[in-house]
């Protein structure tokens, strides 16, 4: 079990940019969700995966973003024409298909938009 | 819609003492856990403790116990014995039961262990 990896830890980007985010979750997790947190503030919830499928979304996830998990293991969180109110900490997690299932966090992915 | 609600925003304790962090929550469902997760300074968030609704038994790991009312829609974590390593923000956070959704965090309180 070596946890959730997230790439890169950190990311500068102008505005109007777009940008990609990529999580490795642990391996038998079959869960796969995304959060964003802002200075102050608890995680967010933005969308999750159960093996490759996207099946829940948040309104906080506006058309300029777009997440994937292609083949069930890793995803990506592109972010297009990205906007100052975007500067966030980016942060994946996973959990097995349990409800209960407590998830395991990565360390995020700040992002700074300028 | 839950909404979970964390009034403390930053504690001090000091070291070998114990604290309790607060946390109440807003919910229609019957069912459902409620958790406490700890973020390090710039280190991942990991549980801490968690407790199913249903259970009236409140949990307890190590040095870390929870205070669950079910009916005042509390759930308080004490920490027993503080560390200096117990430094972190402190999140609470709630999810019904038999959804395969998001957890709903609280705000945090940032909890500070000093010598």
């Known amino acids: 079990d070596t946890g959730v990896s997230q790439n890169p830890r950190h990311k500068i980007t102008k505005r109007g940019q777009n940008v990609t985010f990529r999580c490795d979750p642990i391996?038998?997790?079959?869960?796969l969700y995304w959060y964003r947190q802002t200075l102050g503030q608890g995680p967010e919830f933005l969308t999750y995966?159960?093996?490759?499928?996207?099946?829940?979304k948040s309104r906080l996830l506006s058309d300029r973003f777009s997440a994937e998990r292609p083949k069930g293991s890793f995803s990506t969180l592109e972010i297009q024409r990205t906007e100052q109110g975007d500067s966030a900490m980016y942060l994946c997690a996973s959990s097995r298909a349990a409800y209960n299932s407590p998830l395991h966090f990565g360390n995020g992915t700040r992002l700074t938009v300028t | 819609a839950q909404t979970v609600t964390q009034s403390q925003p930053e504690m001090s304790v000091q070291e070998a003492e114990t604290v309790t962090l607060s946390c109440t929550y807003d919910?229609?469902?019957?069912?459902?856990?409620l958790f406490w997760y700890k973020q390090p300074p710039s280190r991942q968030m990991i549980l801490v403790i968690r407790?199913?609704?249903?259970?009236?038994q409140n949990a307890t790991e190590n040095r870390f116990s929870v205070n669950f009312q079910k009916a005042a829609k509390s759930f308080s974590l004490k920490i027993s014995d503080s560390q200096l390593g117990d430094t972190a923000m402190y999140f609470c956070a709630f999810i019904p039961t038999g959804t395969a959704s998001k957890l709903t965090f609280g705000t945090g309180t940032r909890l500070q262990v000093t010598l």
């Open positions: 391996s038998e997790h079959n869960r």
């Open positions: 407790q199913e609704a249903y259970k009236q």
């Open positions: 919910t229609s469902e019957n069912n459902y856990y």
């Open positions: 995966f159960q093996n490759e499928a996207q099946l829940e």
